[in-house]
């Protein structure tokens, strides 16, 4: 059997982000213990993603003090001359800034290109031939550090400039969790022909002495219609190509997999990529603009993890021992979809099946589900497992020799379960009627029950045997030996916008499942047990 499961200080007034400067040892190899240490905490975000909504106007929102518009730090947001020269001479409009307090709108052309709110939260957009913004309504960009646990900042200052060819943004204020730190941040707007725009983002971070971070979450990026519920109108859900390129090294892809990371102790590090200057993502269309997002500065190196469930990326810094600040540069572009495809083409496949974790049946919704298959592209849906007891077996099935299995020591409750009809994945419509689940089960010394199942709730997506309120339909119950025995339910799901199918065992013993059907019964057709 093949073992599977869910894998995947001061302030320095000598900061100048232009010049070069002689890299610490640690800027080229991190060492083993941070990078592992960074890595598992990164892997443990991950999993944890997309429970995190950062509204406006929600608690943790930006707090201010009264200390207003200090002179931004010269070093920090000072253009260099050479760029201003070359951005004035591809592009001679200049954007037009709406603010108030620490709000602010950038507009192009009379379209808004960058969005800042409280001083802390940004979206900006790349234009051009792509509507779509990075940094959500719901999820915008947080300037200001530490995003994950720590969101809240006091600004102090927030300075909004335009020129030929560009805007800049100055942010400084300080961070209450982390000892009142100070930070400071910059980002540049900068015109590119065609209406299209680039943005670097500069930032550094006071590191005080207690407690003195290992690591620090300096920006999750969430991007527009990445996720289907982040869509915000648009018709489909977009970038299905991931693309990660190292310094030396060439494009490498992972295929955009719609896992909800639910298995205990997993790592889901198939996604997690080292940082330093010059790794590029990518988020990739084959027939739209993308974007790349490139390190262009991080001394001493860090983490860059990609959410399973939200696609949102989480991009950590590691503080060496004795560093009094940490630094990054990012410069964020568009691709045009000519250079997308060529890029996906290229690329080479980032080998994730080699790690069990990932390793999931296909779930089908319109064919019988006979677990002969592992989910490869973006558009397919996956069986999860519920804990490390549910396997595949490649020896055994109904009418071939494939099926899932659940092989249990104890007296607790697993399963092999999957996201359904409504709000889930890509089918977005609003079930009405009744369905029906169909299946095949074997048992063999169960000390307990072997059933299926319907979970039917209202909310967010939840872990299995979590889900608040919710209504929950199961077949009758094998217990003890059994060859092959058809078990089915019915349920409605009209009014409910999240829905699992279960293959559950309790108790000791081991269960086979296979040739799972789902089907919507006829208006006509009268519920009732099926035989």
Same mark, same amino acid.
């Given at each position: ?77 000072? =253009? ?59 999820? *915008? ?90 869509? /915000? ?23 955009? =997999? ?28 084959? &027939? ?23 696609? /949102? ?42 790690? /069990? ?27 999860? *497992? ?99 025995? *058809? ?41 009732? &047990?099926?035989?």
């Amino acid at each position: 059997m093949v073992r599977t499961g869910r894998p995947l200080c001061r302030r320095s007034k000598n900061l100048d982000c232009d010049r070069p400067r002689p890299r610490a040892p640690l800027a080229e190899a991190m060492s083993l213990v941070g990078a592992t240490a960074l890595i598992a905490v990164t892997s443990m975000l991950l999993i944890g993603c997309g429970a995190r909504p950062h509204e406006f106007g929600a608690t943790g929102s930006p707090q201010h003090s009264s200390q207003r518009h200090r002179e931004p730090h010269p070093k920090l947001c000072a =253009l260099p001359a050479a760029a201003v020269r070359a951005a004035a001479a591809a592009e001679t409009r200049i954007p037009t800034i709406r603010n108030d307090a620490d709000d602010a709108v950038i507009e192009d052309d009379g379209k808004p290109i960058a969005v800042l709110r409280g001083g802390r939260d940004l979206r900006f957009r790349t234009g051009g031939d792509d509507p779509h913004w990075i940094g959500t309504r719901k999820h *915008p960009v947080n300037l200001s550090w530490k995003p994950d646990v720590a969101p809240e900042a006091l600004i102090e200052s927030v300075d909004v400039d335009a020129y030929a060819g560009g805007f800049s943004l100055h942010i400084r204020g300080r961070k209450p969790q982390l000892n009142n730190a100070h930070f400071e941040t910059c980002i540049f707007g900068e015109a590119q022909r065609g209406g299209r725009w680039s943005y670097r983002l500069k930032s550094w971070l006071e590191i005080r002495p207690s407690p003195r971070p290992r690591h620090v979450e300096f920006l999750d990026l969430w991007f527009d219609a990445m996720f289907w519920p982040q869509r /915000d109108g648009h018709e489909h859900e977009r970038f299905p190509w991931l693309v990660f390129r190292q310094p030396g090294r060439d494009y490498e892809f992972a295929p955009k =997999l719609h896992l909800f990371p639910s298995l205990p102790g997993a790592t889901y590090r198939t996604l997690v990529q080292p940082l330093r200057a010059g790794t590029e993502l990518l988020l990739l269309d084959d &027939d739209a603009a993308g974007h790349r997002i490139r390190i262009a500065r991080l001394p001493d190196g860090g983490n860059l993890g990609l959410c399973w469930w939200a696609w /949102d990326a989480h991009f950590f810094a590691l503080a060496r021992p004795g560093a009094r600040k940490l630094e990054y540069e990012v410069r964020i572009d568009s691709v045009p979809a000519a250079e997308a495809r060529a890029i996906v083409e290229r690329a080479g496949l980032i080998p994730f099946w080699e790690d /069990d974790e990932y390793r999931l049946p296909v779930f089908s919704r319109d064919a019988m589900n006979r677990f002969d298959k592992l989910i490869d592209h973006p558009q397919e849906w996956s069986w999860e *497992p519920h804990s490390r007891d549910c396997l595949i077996d490649p020896t055994v099935g109904y009418d071939d020799n494939q099926s899932v299995t659940i092989v249990k020591s104890d007296t607790g409750t697993t399963a092999w379960y999957t996201r359904t009809v409504g709000g889930d994945y890509f089918d977005h419509k609003k079930p009405i009627g009744r369905y029906r689940v169909s299946a095949v089960v074997r048992t063999r010394d169960v000390q307990g029950e072997v059933r299926i199942g319907a979970v039917c709730h209202r909310g967010g997506e939840t872990m299995l045997y979590a889900e608040p309120g919710a209504d929950i339909v199961y077949s009758m119950p094998l217990t003890g030996t059994h060859d092959w025995t *058809p078990l089915s339910i019915e349920f409605d799901p009209t009014g409910f916008n999240r829905h699992k199918i279960v293959l559950e065992h309790t108790g000791t013993g081991q269960s086979w499942f296979d040739n799972v059907r789902l089907e919507p019964l006829p208006a006509t057709e009268m519920a009732g &047990d099926v035989p």
